[in-house]
């Protein structure tokens, strides 16, 4: 209680959603109205961003905040050429506009349907954060550790003030080009573009599939007694079917 007080004082906005809850209900969020994200909403979200955890607490992570400068502008600008070139070869390649694509009322039709609004418009998004890592040894396959749950924090946080993003990874193609354009020095590993803004619609339940498909107990492949989902939780039926396990 004494460091929820604390954190009043500091006039850090609190809500009335639960952990639980929000934790349950955040939702990868590609439509935005206009509005702009007032700076005091940005501080409450970046700094939940900037409590996340990371290994021996060296805080490798940076964050650039792209809003309305011109030079901001001109990162949305770049980084959204490259999102549609990505999302054209994802929706060719995986076929978004065949089989039960084809069907306008498909998941599958609206899912490319989102994407496509979402890329087309990705140049207008009201804020844009560039999650960096800065390296302290060589590049390993762990080391997003120390950046990612800081990514998530600062999802749960616009989640919690009424807002909401989605990480992509659009700026891949235009690595190089954005670090110039920012002055991110080529150690700096950019991990990801997040979008922010006001939905256009809401959070909700997330979907996803039955627990004792992802949850195991003592053996691989072999769901846990407890796992069990709570009542009137609905599924997603995206996602690759779980594999068939073989007997050892």
Known sequence: MADLHHLAETGLTTTDISLLEGLCSTRAIRRYRDDPVPEPVLRDILFAATRGPSGSNRQPFRFVVLTDSDRAQAAKDLIAQGARKLWAFKRKNDQYDEGSGAAADSPKARMANVMQTYVDNFANVPVLVLPCLVRYREPTPMEGASLYPAVQN?????????????????????????????????????????????????????????????????RWGEAADWAIDPPGTRYTKAGPPPAKQSAP
């Open 154 to 218: 600062l999802l749960l946080a616009a989640r919690a003030l009424g807002y909401g993003g989605v990480i992509t990874g659009f700026h891949g193609s235009v690595d190089e080009e954005l670090k110039e354009l920012l002055g991110i020095p080529q150690e700096v590993f950019i991990g990801c573009t997040v979008t922010l803004g006001k939905p256009q619609g809401g959070h909700g339940p997330v979907r996803r599939r039955p627990m004792h498909e992802l949850v195991y107990g003592d």
